[in-house]
T-cell receptor, first 114, second 116 residues
Framework: AQSVTQLGSHVSVSEGALVLLRCNYSSSVPPYLFWYVQYPNQGLQLLLK??????LVKGINGFEAEFKKSETSFHLTKPSAHMSDAAEYFCAVTLYNQGGKLIFGQGTELSVKP | GAVVSQHPSRVICKSGTSVKIECRSL??????MFWYRQFPKQSLMLMAT?????????EQGVEKDKFLINHASLTLSTLTVTSAHPEDSSFYIC????????????FGPGTRLLVL
């Protein structure tokens, strides 16, 4: 069965600094990978996804992630943090034969200091 | 982009009453919708998978008689919390999967349920 691990339940960066949120997965077959962002008391918004093709995926709000099969990773990055990036971030995985059922990581809370 | 709405956004009810939460896909047809529950500072827990025109599939440990799910059309799924109790208080989030099988779920804004 597949699983997702997000390293670090809380990450704090300064405004303008690099954002790196880590996500590792386990899967016996090639996965589909997602990053979602959640602001307080709101639902989840899709940042980006990897299904097939180019392993470097660009998303909204300047975020990108790279699928590295050899490392079973899908880390999320942004070159320069903005105050508005402060939120909870979830990495998720599904397989092509899972009917769309997502398995979520435990989440990483990103804080941005002025 | 794909939009999913939920109604109500917040509900307070007395213990023993039933509460219905609606989830709608506004600009696409969703053959599959999912219902999640989220506790404070925690990840999303999948409760059930709802397929249009068929019975919902519940995850292990979720009481199907307590959390009734109806997926009556390609744009609407409802979750009814029957005989709600304080321990049912939570944030409930739905998501919808595009009917064309795109492997992306679009999430609703969530419903905050407080049972007194």
């Amino acid at each position: 069965a597949q699983s997702v691990t997000q390293l670090g339940s809380h990450v704090s960066v300064s405004e303008g600094a690099l954002v790196l949120l880590r996500c590792n997965y386990s899967s016996s077959v090639p996965p589909y990978l997602f990053w979602y962002v959640q602001y307080p008391n709101q639902g989840l918004q899709l940042l980006l996804k990897y299904t097939t093709g180019a392993t470097l995926v660009k998303g909204i709000n300047g975020f990108e992630a790279e699928f590295k099969k050899s490392e079973t990773s899908f880390h999320l990055t942004k070159p320069s943090a903005h105050m508005s990036d402060a939120a909870e971030y979830f990495c998720a995985v599904t397989l092509y034969n899972q009917g769309g059922k997502l398995i979520f990581g435990q989440g990483t809370e990103l804080s941005v200091k002025p | 982009g794909a939009v999913v709405s939920q109604h109500p956004s917040r509900v307070i009810c007395k213990s023993g009453t039933s509460v219905k939460i609606e989830c709608r896909s506004l600009d696409f047809q969703a053959t599959t919708m999912f219902w999640y529950r989220q506790f404070p500072k925690q990840s999303l827990m999948l409760m059930a998978t709802s397929n249009e025109g068929s019975k919902a599939t519940y995850e292990q440990g979720v009481e199907k008689d307590k959390f009734l799910i109806n997926h009556a059309s390609l744009t609407l799924s409802t979750l009814t919390v029957t005989s709600a109790h304080p321990e049912d208080s939570s944030f409930y989030i739905c998501s919808a999967r595009d009917w064309q099988g795109e492997e992306t779920q679009y999430f609703g804004p969530g419903t905050r349920l407080l049972v007194l």
